[in-house]
């Protein structure tokens, strides 16, 4: 079965600086898909950023961007110029291939505080 | 664009009513829909999947005649908890996935159920 793991339950950033927050996983699949999701405390879960397993390339959306290691199994996310609306939880999740019923395998959470 | 609604936001009953928390996804069609229940500080725990027009998969632990999932629509999918009690307390989250290309999921905004 595949697992996600956040190692950091919390994490901490000056505005204006960069933080990196860590996720690892386990699968024996050669195709997925991983994800980050942001929930504020709102508790609204917004969309961050997606790699597709099979892309070499990191994604990037303005800010955020990812460094994926497929052979290490490993998938973090780099916030630059943070702001204090980057405060939130965040969550790393993985998804088999091929289907869309396939689940969203979460990891535990990193409580990411931003100081002013 | 993939906007998830989810109506109430909140809602107060008292023990032994029926409660129901409407999912819409306003800007695509959802194939599938999932719905979660998130304790404070905790990570999603997946309840059950539905594809439209047919019968929920629960996840193991999950009673489905307690937690009933109807998904009539390309757009709506509803989760009625039936006889509510205390323990069922809990913030509920829906997501909608189009089946289309990466399947990501995308998720309301949560509905906060009290039981009195």
């Known amino acids: 079965a595949q697992t996600v793991t956040q190692s950091q339950p919390e994490m901490s950033v000056q505005e204006a600086e960069t933080v990196t927050l860590s996720c690892t996983y386990d699968t024996s699949e050669s195709d997925y898909y991983l994800f980050w999701y942001k929930q504020p405390p709102s508790r609204q879960m917004i969309l961050v950023i997606r790699?597709?397993?099979?892309?070499?390339q990191n994604a990037t959306e303005n800010r955020f961007s990812v460094n994926f290691q497929k052979a290490a199994k490993s998938f973090s996310l780099k916030i630059s110029d943070s702001q204090l609306g980057d405060a939130a939880m965040y969550f790393c999740?993985?998804?088999?291939?091929?289907?869309?019923?396939?689940?969203?395998?979460f990891g535990t959470g990193t409580l990411l505080a931003v100081q002013p | 664009g993939a906007v998830v609604s989810q109506h109430p936001s909140r809602v107060i009953c008292k023990s032994g009513t029926s409660v129901k928390i409407e999912c819409r996804s306003l800007?695509?069609?959802?194939?599938?829909m999932f719905w979660y229940r998130q304790f404070p500080k905790q990570s999603l725990m997946l309840m059950a999947t539905s594809n439209e027009g047919s019968k929920a998969t629960y996840e193991q632990g999950v009673e489905k005649d307690k937690f009933l999932i109807n998904h009539a629509s390309l757009t709506l999918s509803t989760l009625t908890v039936t006889s509510a009690h205390p323990e069922d307390s809990s913030f509920y989250i829906c997501s909608a996935s189009s089946g289309q290309g990466v399947q990501t999921q995308y998720f309301g905004p949560g509905t906060r159920l009290l039981v009195l």
């Open positions: 790699q597709e397993a099979y892309k070499q």
């Open positions: 999740a993985y998804k088999g291939y091929g289907g869309a019923t396939n689940k969203l395998i």
């Open positions: 800007d695509f069609q959802a194939t599938t």
